[in-house]
């Protein structure tokens, strides 16, 4: 007799509303979609009420390839209050927007363009735009990203 493999089930990463039907994989996860974008990025909305606007990308919603841009798209939300004596109060948060409607975007050109990917001569994956040939993956921008990141943990750990 063979012995039953200890197999953990595969836990469900996030929760779909029952109106969104995705292709799945064979262990029941959804397929994600590749995008062109990444947290940091810049970008230009190229398609919407927001058409024309210019924004760094904060968070990436991968199961239904959706972007937050800081400062663009802002929807109200009307909050309760919490506690007997605290006011209830109206905040402003950044809605999601497809990643279809964003463009990347060089702030020395000014200009928006497609992404283009190329392998340099030590082997590394970058991406690049097409119209200007600016190389959007570097060192730098990633060392940048990952300060951003600590600061805002050191924040949130100190409130």
Same mark, same amino acid.
């Given at each position: ?28 996860? *959804? ?12 970008? &230009?909305? !190229? ?22 841009? &800081? ?15 605290? *006011? ?7 809605? *999601? ?9 060089? &702030? ?21 735009? !097409?119209?200007?040939?600016? !190389? !959007? ?6 060392? &940048? ?15």
């Amino acid at each position: 007799m063979q012995a039953k493999s200890a197999e953990k089930p595969c836990l469900i990463v996030m929760k779909l509303k029952r109106w969104e039907r995705k292709e799945c994989k064979p262990n029941s996860l *959804p397929v994600l979609q590749k995008m062109h974008v990444k947290v940091g990025d810049t970008v &230009k909305v !190229i398609s919407g009420h927001e058409k024309g606007k210019i924004g760094e990308i904060t968070k990436v919603l991968k199961h239904n390839s959706t972007v937050v841009v &800081k400062e663009i798209n802002l929807k109200t939300k009307h909050m309760k209050s919490r506690e007997e004596g605290e *006011p209830g109060q109206i905040i402003k948060i950044e809605a *999601p927007i497809h990643s279809s409607n964003v463009m990347l975007y060089s &702030k020395e050109q000014n200009v928006a363009s497609r992404v283009g990917h190329k392998i340099l001569e030590n082997g590394k994956r970058v991406r690049y735009l !097409i119209k200007t040939g600016e !190389i !959007i993956d570097n060192e730098e921008n990633w060392k &940048k990203l990952k300060e951003g990141n600590k600061k805002t943990e050191e924040v949130a750990a100190a409130s």
